[in-house]
């Protein structure tokens, strides 16, 4: 079992940057793989990036493409997003997700996800 705990969230304006990160308390850090997901203010939660257990796997939902850094630190039990541009419709609960490794790539889908954190909150305002 992993437990995630996100943090670095806060307020900033449009086109500022934010860092989140993520630890997980777990031996065995580089069996998962690791995403990020959000939930906006009266949406359903999406994915918004998502990792290999080795790293050189990653993947994007398109909104953030160009802007969004998923990467991670097997060694430190780290899990990293770098956000820059950032724009109003990115305000969001963020969440750190960990889930089984199943080959060199990652899904960002929730169900490929089993360990979640109690989220971080971005806001970006205009």
């Known amino acids: 079992q992993v437990e995630v705990a996100e943090f670095g969230g806060g307020l900033v304006q449009a086109g500022g940057s934010l860092n989140l990160s993520c630890i997980a308390s777990a031996s065995g850090f580089d069996d998962y793989v690791m995403g990020w997901f959000r939930r906006a203010p009266g949406k359903e939660r999406e994915g918004v990036a998502c990792?290999?257990?080795?790293?050189?796997?990653?993947d994007y939902t398109g909104g953030v493409k160009g802007r969004f850094t998923i990467s991670r630190d097997n060694a430190e039990n780290m899990l990293y997003l770098q956000m820059k541009s950032l724009k109003p419709e990115d305000t969001a609960m963020y969440y750190c997700?960990?889930?089984?490794?199943?080959?060199?790539?990652?899904?960002?889908?929730?169900?490929?996800?089993?360990?979640w954190g109690q989220g971080t909150e971005v806001t970006v305002s205009s």
């Open positions: 997700a960990a889930g089984p490794s199943n080959g060199a790539e990652c899904e960002l889908e929730s169900f490929r996800f089993e360990y």
């Open positions: 990792i290999s257990w080795s790293g050189s796997y990653t």
